[in-house]
C-alpha cells in the first residue's frame, strides 16, 4: 500500500510530461485523490511499511487521513477552478500545474511515511521545490516575487533544521544511525547537551515551513498570490508536515528526558505566533493575507498544545485536524470571492450576500469554524487546551485568550463588511462592462475609451462577475465544513483512537 501511495504519483507526473491533456490531467488528480484516501484508511486499519525507510505508525497515519481528505476536496475544486474560474489558462499551462502538484504530494508524503531523520528532511526540502512552481502559476510579477521569497526563506529555513540534525548526530554518536527508532531506543544515553542545541536549530528551521513567527515571513506572500487550491494545500498539508517532522524530533527529545526544555520552547513560539497574528490581522487589507495570518495564529495554537503536554497535546492534534478542515474550506472560497468580485482587497469585496449567497454563507461558515465557534471541532479542542492552560497557570490562560479573541475579531469585522453592505464607493453596477458603457457611447465617448475604463474598473475589482458558479466550485468547502461540525459533535472512534495513539507517542494521552 505504501509502495503505492509513494509511486503512483510519480509515473502520473511522468505520464503528464508527456500526455498534456486537461481532461487526463484531471482523471490523474482526481483519481490519485481518490487512491489516496482508499490506501490511507487501509493504514488505519492494519499498518504497513515499504522497505526499511518507509512506515506507518500512529501518528502518520493521523497525517495521511487529514492529508487525504483535504487533497480530495481539493482536488474537486481545482478541476473546476482552473477550467471555470481561471480557463484562460492553457492545457499545457495546466497539466504543468497538476504534475507539480502531484509530486508536492508525494513529497509530503514521503515525510509522513519516512522512518529516517535525514530522509524526512529530503522530502521536506523537496516540498519546496514542487510548490515554489505552483505559487507562482499566474506568473505575475508580485507572484514571481512571493515565490522567490518563499523557496529563499524555506530554504535557509531547513538548511538551519540540517545542523539541528547535524547536532542530533553528533549526541548520538553511539548509535550511528538516523532511523527513528534506532534513535527513540538510545535516547537515554544520548549526550544531551547536543540534543538541546540541536532542538532550537530544529524548531527553528522546520518551524520555517510550519509558519510559526518569528521565521513565517514567506507564508502571507505565498498565500496571497497562489490560485486558492493551492493555498488550502499549503495551509492544510504543507503547515502539518514541518509540524509532523517537529513531532517525531521532540518524541525523541521525551526518550531523553529533556521534553520539558523543547516543550517550553515550542509554547514560547507559540505565544509570539499568536502575538504577531493578532497585530497583523486587524491591519490586514488582502483577504487571502488576513487567512495566511490566521494560519500562523492556529499553528501557535498546535504548538501551545503541544509545548505544555499532557491533554494538551490531545488539543493540539485535535486542533490540527479541525484547522486543516476549516482552513482550506476558507481558502476555496476565498477562490469564488476573487471570481466574483475580481479583487482581493478586504475594500474591493461589498455585499456579497446579494451577489453569491451560497458562497457568502460559506464564507460565514470557514470563519465560524476557524473561530472555534460550536459545534465545529475547533471548539472542543481550544475549550480542552485553554482548560490545560489553566492547570498550568491563569496568566497564560488568559492571554491566550486575549490573544485569541483579538484574532477572531479582527477576521470578524472584514468578514462582515465583505458579505453586507451595498457597492462600494465608486464601483459600477453588476451590469459593468459592455451594457454599463452603453450610455456612455451614446453620450458620443469613443468605444476605445469606454471599454478601457471598464477594464479599469474591473482591475480595480468594482466589477463583478455575473452567472452562477458551478457546483464543483461550493461542494468541497460543505463537505469539510460538515466533517469538522460532525466531529466536533462526536469524535469518531477510530479517529479517537488515532488521536490517542499519537498523544501517546509523544507523552500525552495514552
Known sequence: MIALLLLTPVVLAMTLLVVRSRIVS???????????????????????????????????????????????????????????????????????????????????????????????????EASTLTSVALVNFERRGSSLEAAWKYIFICSIGISLGFIGIIFISFGSLQ???????????????????????????????????????PVHSWLPDAHSEAPAPISALLS???????????????????????????????????????????IFVLGARNYKRMLAYSSIENMGIISIGIGIGGTGIF?????????????????????????LAHSREIDGVRGLLRRDRTTAWLWIASLLAISAMPPFVTFLSEFLLVRRLFERGALPAILFLLLVVTVVFGMTRSVIRMVSGGEQEGAPAQEA??????????????????????RTAARAGGSWRLGPLPAAAYLPQLLLLATAAAIGVVVPSPLLGLLRRAAALLGGLP
Open 26 to 124: 484531471s482523471l490523474f488528480l482526481v483519481g490519485y485523490a481518490l487512491l489516496h484516501l482508499g490506501l490511507s484508511v487501509a493504514l488505519v486499519a492494519g499498518g504497513g511499511s515499504f522497505t526499511r525507510y518507509f512506515r506507518a505508525d500512529g501518528m502518520s497515519v493521523l497525517f495521511l487521513l487529514l492529508l487525504s481528505a483535504v487533497l480530495l476536496c481539493v482536488s474537486i475544486y481545482a478541476v473546476s477552478y482552473f477550467r471555470d474560474v481561471r480557463g484562460e489558462h492553457s492545457e499545457r499551462e495546466y497539466s504543468t500545474a497538476v504534475l507539480f502538484l502531484l509530486l508536492f504530494i508525494d513529497s509530503i508524503n514521503g515525510v509522513l511515511l519516512s522512518t529516517n531523520l535525514g530522509l524526512l528532511w529530503v522530502f521536506l
Open 175 to 213: 548509535t550511528a544511525s538516523l532511523f527513528f527508532g534506532d534513535l527513540s531506543r538510545s535516547a537515554a544515553s544520548m549526550n544531551t547537551f547536543w540534543l538541546r542545541l540541536s532542538f532550537p536549530f530544529i524548531v527553528i528551521g522546520f518551524g520555517t515551513k510550519m509558519g510559526l513567527a
Open 433 to 454: 462592462g459592455a451594457e454599463a458603457d452603453f450610455p456612455r457611447l451614446r453620450e458620443g465617448l469613443p468605444l476605445a475609451q469606454a471599454a478601457l475604463k471598464g
Open 315 to 339: 488539543a493540539a492534534l485535535l486542533h490540527m485536524v479541525g484547522h486543516s478542515l476549516a482552513k482550506s474550506s476558507f481558502f476555496l472560497t476565498a477562490g469564488n470571492v476573487d471570481h
Open 236 to 278: 492544510g498539508a504543507l503547515l502539518n508536515s514541518a509540524l509532523f517532522g517537529i513531532l517525531r524530533v521532540l518524541a525523541i527529545m521525551n526518550d531523553a528526558g529533556i521534553g520539558a526544555f523543547a516543550g517550553n520552547l515550542l509554547a514560547v513560539m507559540g505565544f509570539l505566533s499568536l502575538f504577531v497574528s493578532a
